[in-house]
């Protein structure tokens, strides 16, 4: 079967981890994944030798994909990202990875392809063992602890309510730019992230 994308959305595996702000690219595949379950099509696939769960789903106007969520740890996303993309035949320009953003605020959204990896274990992993950046990234704003403290804390930790309906409005924008980016490309997706305002 042809695919048109690959969706890979970031975090850590195991219940700990659930719903924490580094696992917004987990979270955001499966708010896509139960939308395509309802609207196009959704089939759990084998991912056992990309290290991943892996799907397929359909949304009306995607065509089909492929969605992953790496169980290897962030660190070591690429152990995933790179023989799934290589098994499938897929090419760079279709892979698009899904991950929380410090430097964003909570709620927002950017779209690019290539680029450096800001400090981000998983798309560093994701880089080394492609050999390249250029793949396109959907960046979920987390924002920057409200006082200087421990990064590290405040990535695992969970979002307050306010922060996780701004998230949840946060995805649903994250799909009309994938839309957009099938449609008229990475510039034109990237424009429509950087304006829209879920506050």
């Not at 089909?64 to 023989?83: D, H, I, R, Y």
């Not at 929380?100 to 880089?127: M, V």
């Not at 960046?139 to 602890?145: H, S, V």
């Not at 922060?163 to 799909?175: C, S």
Request: hydrophobic share 40%.
């Amino acid at each position: 079967m042809e695919y048109r994308g690959v969706l890979v959305g970031l975090g850590n595996p195991g219940r700990e981890y659930a719903g924490t702000r580094h696992n917004m690219g987990f979270d955001f595949v499966d708010m896509l994944l139960a939308r395509a379950d309802r609207e196009g099509g959704c089939s759990q696939l084998s991912g056992g030798k990309f290290k991943c769960e892996l799907w397929r789903f359909q949304l009306p106007g995607w065509g089909a994909w492929l969605a992953a969520k790496p169980q290897t740890f962030m660190n070591l996303s690429g152990e995933c990202v790179q023989p799934l993309l290589a098994w499938h035949k897929m090419p760079l320009e279709t892979l698009v990875v899904v991950h929380d953003e410090l430097d964003i605020p909570a709620g927002a959204l950017r779209f690019k392809r290539g680029g450096g990896n800001a400090g981000h274990n998983g798309l560093k992993s994701i880089t080394q063992l492609l050999g390249s950046p250029e793949f396109c990234r959907l960046r979920i704003g987390i924002g920057r602890p409200p006082f200087k403290g421990d990064v590290t804390n405040w990535v695992l930790g969970k979002p307050d309510a306010a922060d996780r309906e701004l998230q949840e409005k946060a995805f649903t924008l994250g799909e009309e730019v994938i839309r957009i980016f099938l449609r008229d490309g990475v510039q034109r997706a990237a424009q429509y992230a950087l304006f829209q305002k879920t506050q």
